[in-house]
């Protein structure tokens, strides 16, 4: 089984609102990933959790916030978003490092309005 | 600075035509190339890992080989079902390096 299952599919958001992200995975990986996709480019990598320790991409705006609960689980709060922050956000997992392929959850297609 | 260049940026064909993707890439210490095929609104799905030069994997229509500066995906005989866009990527540093895809569309 390489599923990875994100919710919500969809979420229309205001830019005061607060809203959370979640991304699952069964498959025992160890590291797991939030990307930002915009329309006709390829994923930019946003967040990496690696045995639950966080790295950051120095330029995501602090307006995203992940979390990693456990070891399976992933989430991503927003808050203040801005309408350029639209966008399909995937979460990803492999098995240990950037050197093992990374299975992709469907996406949550987020608008903000 | 780690580079990915895919090429065509889009390629259309006739279903059975066969024709080949290019990837090429410029990094300090490949430590594995991905293919990945994502369809509109949707995750991208993983199709191969490559890790060195000379290195050949196949699933159904598609083959993915690799070089010492690129890599090629060949299409046997596509159908309709295989219009995606095809993602490659490379891994270096510790995260993966995206190359702007290209979109395969497969006429009837």
């Known amino acids: 089984d390489t599923e990875v299952t994100q919710t919500p599919k969809h979420l229309v958001m205001g830019m005061t609102n607060k809203k959370s992200l979640k991304c699952e995975q069964h498959m025992g990986h160890r590291a797991m990933y939030w990307y930002k996709q915009k329309a006709k480019k390829p994923p930019e990598l946003m967040f990496v959790?690696?045995?639950?320790?966080?790295?950051i991409n120095e330029s995501v705006p602090s307006r995203f916030s992940p979390e990693c609960p456990n070891s399976s689980l992933l989430n991503l709060h927003l808050h203040a978003l801005q309408p350029e922050d639209s966008a399909l956000y995937l979460c990803?997992?492999?098995?240990?490092?950037?050197?093992?392929?990374?299975?992709f959850g469907p996406g949550t297609r987020l608008t903000v309005t | 600075e780690d580079q990915v260049t895919q090429s065509p940026e889009a390629l259309r064909l006739q279903e059975g035509e066969s024709s080949s993707l290019n990837c090429s890439y410029t990094?300090?210490?490949?430590?594995?190339l991905f293919w990945y095929r994502q369809d509109p609104g949707k995750g991208p799905e993983f199709l191969f890992t490559l890790y060195s030069a000379g290195e050949e994997k196949e699933k159904e229509r598609l083959k993915a080989t690799l070089t010492k500066k690129e890599s090629f995906l060949h299409i046997t005989a596509p159908k309709p079902e295989d219009s995606a866009t095809y993602l490659c990527?490379?891994?270096?540093?510790?995260?993966?390096?995206f190359g702007s895809g290209t979109q395969l569309t497969v006429l009837p």
């Open positions: 990803a997992s492999s098995q240990e490092g950037a050197a093992y392929e990374q299975y």
């Open positions: 990094v300090s210490g490949l430590r594995g």
């Open positions: 990527a490379v891994h270096s540093g510790g995260q993966l390096t």
């Open positions: 959790y690696s045995y639950e320790k966080l790295s």
